[in-house]
């Protein structure tokens, strides 16, 4: 089922971010704006969620998903960030940047 919700960017109704985060527990997939374009997205730990992408975008299996984070806390759960790699994040977020680093055992081992 398509579901489609206009949630306001200023001023976000929380019904709507509720429908929407409901979707993703049930391992559906959302389309949301970046910088640039739509993306997709699904919960980090969505086998079915991510599938659904591949198949959306006609990705191949070994095609490699980015992890979106709310802040640089989180990405401290996914990704292995020293010294110098946070001071040049801090300086270049937000932003239409897409950063690649080694994952921590967190990352679940198909997005590896």
């Known amino acids: 089922m398509t579901l489609y919700l206009r949630v306001h960017p200023d001023d976000p109704q929380p019904r709507l971010i509720e429908q929407a985060a409901a979707a993703l527990r049930e391992g559906g997939v959302i389309a949301y704006p970046t910088d640039s374009y739509y993306a997709l997205g699904c919960r980090v730990d ?16 070994e095609h490699d998903l980015s992890l979106l984070c709310r802040d640089l806390s989180e990405l401290a759960q996914y990704g292995r960030v020293d010294d ?19 994952a921590t055992r967190e990352v679940p081992r198909r997005l590896l």
């Open 84 to 102: 110098a790699a946070y001071r040049l994040l801090r300086r270049l977020t937000p932003g239409p940047y897409t950063f690649i680093m080694r």
């Open 46 to 61: 969505s086998k079915e969620g991510q599938e659904r992408i591949r198949v959306l975008r006609q990705l191949p299996r």
